[in-house]
């Protein structure tokens, strides 16, 4: 089998239903994003990168403006089905794309794939997709962070109880809370930017990366390089000054990291989602149909069942960096064929896998029910032990033993947890206070109710939530 090459001969596929296939086909993904993974496409783009290297040989006088002419008129003409005959007489499934296109262009196929290898042709394909894919993520990701924009400026005041270790904490606003998603977010947008920049296909260095092949043909000094140039110029895509067989496995590694790490911010965002769900909480509900079905057991269940599809698919993509870690640190010498099968799962499920994430989570974001009333309630229970710290510092300030105040307001709140516990409909801890002399001594009623009201001890949080809103207006055009 030569170089570049994976195929088992195996018979033309049929793809129904009757037969396996990939959820990516048919479930989850957009139908651009499988278009830009489709096979057909990629063929197409191996025919351009061709026709490119075609192109520059035919301007350094190596071939006839008839036989580039005769190239570019098939250049659509994806055969699949003829090159799947020849490939599996053969075994070599580029080399079969090359005979394809070679029998539709009987005077251009002489001159067809002259002085290249495989991965000249292939891993400049695959950057190619790459790109584009990534520029159809940060294009979700920006309607994405845009709908967080609004409803942070919505609910930027809001406020809700805010939970550490699970347990009630303090106050938090709403919007504040959306901020901390919408602010991971953003930066995987900063970093998906940086990826697309720094994107670099192989360019054209023949089979271990000496372009002797190409200074073969070109024949002057610098002729190989000035090719190389000429057919990136064409494809708009800048390269590697330095390739083997292929370009640096390392890069697929950078493009997984930065999927995953989108990955983990929705899977945070979901698994919140459903935490914040459940009946005890009970503050965030998904969108929900009028015929839409919560259980085939339980007709009144309402299961998270978007969010907990995020928190699934991401675990996905945040397993796919070990394969390219493996595939960076294990390419031999100039090459071999090891990476090859599982490139061709992982960088296209990779990149269906997020699309999805993105898009059904967008969806979710622009209809999720927030119930006040739910967020009311949990404030107006675990509001008050919240704000005990500004009580102790008013306290202080009055002229109590810190030491002291803080034994008064631990013994009171421990009473009224544990009556909160038991089922009372209103927490009792300020009722408590209130009837606590050593307390009264140094604070009236009315202060004392002000110290305690919650809602309002939410600090700067409202003012950086807004900002962060606009600096995602800012960032997205």
């Not at 697929?252 to 999927?259: E, I, N, S, T």
């Not at 983990?264 to 015929?291: I, M, N, T, V």
């Not at 202080?396 to 038991?422: L, N």
Request: hydrophobic share 45%; net charge negative; with cysteine.
């Amino acid at each position: 089998m030569s170089e570049g090459a994976d195929s088992d001969g195996a018979e033309s596929p049929t793809f129904s239903h009757s037969t396996f296939l990939s959820p990516f086909s048919w479930r989850y993904g957009s139908p651009d994003m499988r278009r830009l993974w489709s096979e057909e496409h990629r063929r197409r783009l191996m025919r351009r990168v061709w026709v490119a290297l075609a192109e520059a040989q035919m301007r350094a006088g190596l071939v006839s403006e008839a036989q580039v002419a005769d190239l570019r008129r098939h250049v659509e003409d994806v055969d699949l089905a003829r090159a799947q005959e020849i490939e599996r007489e053969i075994r070599h499934d580029v080399m079969a794309e090359i005979q394809t296109f070679a029998e539709q262009s009987p005077l251009g196929g002489a001159i067809l794939h002259w002085g290249a290898t495989s991965n000249d042709i292939i891993d400049n394909v695959d950057v190619l997709r790459i790109r584009a894919a990534a520029r159809l993520l940060e294009e979700r990701l920006e309607e994405l962070l845009l709908q967080f924009a609004e409803l942070i400026e919505a609910t930027a005041e809001t406020p809700v109880m805010a939970y550490t270790h699970i347990q009630p904490a303090e106050p938090t606003t709403l919007g504040y809370r959306f901020a901390v998603y919408a602010q991971d977010l953003l930066h995987n947008l900063q970093q998906l930017r940086t990826l697309i920049a720094a994107l670099r296909g192989k360019g054209l260095k023949g089979a271990v990366g000496t372009q002797a092949s190409f200074q073969e043909i070109v024949g002057q000094e610098g002729g190989a390089s000035m090719l190389e140039e000429a057919v990136m110029e064409a494809l708009e895509l800048p390269y590697f000054p330095i390739a083997t067989q292929t370009y640096p496995r390392g890069q697929d590694l950078h493009v997984m990291q930065v999927l995953a790490a989108i990955a983990a911010s929705l899977h945070k965002l979901a698994l919140d989602f459903r935490l914040l769900q459940s009946p005890p909480f009970g503050e965030w509900q998904e969108p929900f149909g009028a015929r839409q079905v919560g259980s085939s057991a339980m007709p009144f269940k309402r299961n998270p069942i978007n969010m907990e599809n995020v928190c699934s698919l991401a675990r996905f993509v945040g397993a796919l960096p070990a394969v390219a870690w493996d595939n960076a640190s294990q390419a031999v010498l100039e090459r071999s064929l090891d990476d090859s099968a599982n490139r061709r799962l992982f960088l296209p499920e990779g990149f269906l896998a997020v699309d999805e994430l993105l898009r059904r989570t967008t969806r979710i974001v622009a209809g999720m029910t927030l119930d006040e009333a739910a967020m009311a309630r949990n404030i107006a229970c675990y509001g008050p032990f919240a704000a005990t710290e500004r009580l102790l510092m008013r306290l202080v300030a009055a002229g109590a033993d810190r030491q002291e105040a803080h034994e008064w307001i631990r013994e009171a709140s421990m009473e009224a947890w544990e009556r909160v516990q038991a089922g009372v409909e209103t927490n009792p801890l300020t009722e408590i206070l209130a009837d606590d002399v050593r307390i009264r001594h140094f604070m009236g009623a009315d202060e004392l109710d002000s110290a305690l009201d919650a809602t309002a001890y939410v600090g700067t949080a409202p003012e950086r939530a807004v900002a962060l809103a606009e600096q995602i207006r800012a960032e997205i055009p």
